[in-house]
């Protein structure tokens, strides 16, 4: 997977949302556990972190920005903001 496939998968994610959706996919492997196993589990008894996992958060882990605050920040941005930070949206 390219880097342009993530940022297209997580277009419109705000700052707050991608370690939400990181934070997410880590917990993947843990979730497989039995509850009773959680608490005592020898790290090398988990499984890393995948591709999977990452895919199965962005279903889960929407972006909590929508497209029209997006189109006001960027508005007040070009009024009011810093000119040079104009190429970020």
């Known amino acids: 997977m390219l880097n342009s496939d993530w940022l297209r998968m997580t ?3 705000s700052g707050s949302d991608l370690p939400s959706l990181a934070k997410d996919a880590a917990l993947g492997p843990i979730r497989e556990l039995p509850p ?3 608490r005592n589990v020898d790290v090398s008894q988990v499984r890393d972190i995948s591709f999977y996992d990452f895919m199965d958060s962005l279903q889960k882990i929407g972006s909590s920005v929508g497209l029209q605050t997006l189109d006001l920040l960027v508005c007040w941005n070009r009024e009011f903001g810093d000119v040079s930070a104009g190429s970020m949206f």
């Open 36 to 38: 009773e196993q959680v």
């Open 11 to 13: 277009d419109g994610y």
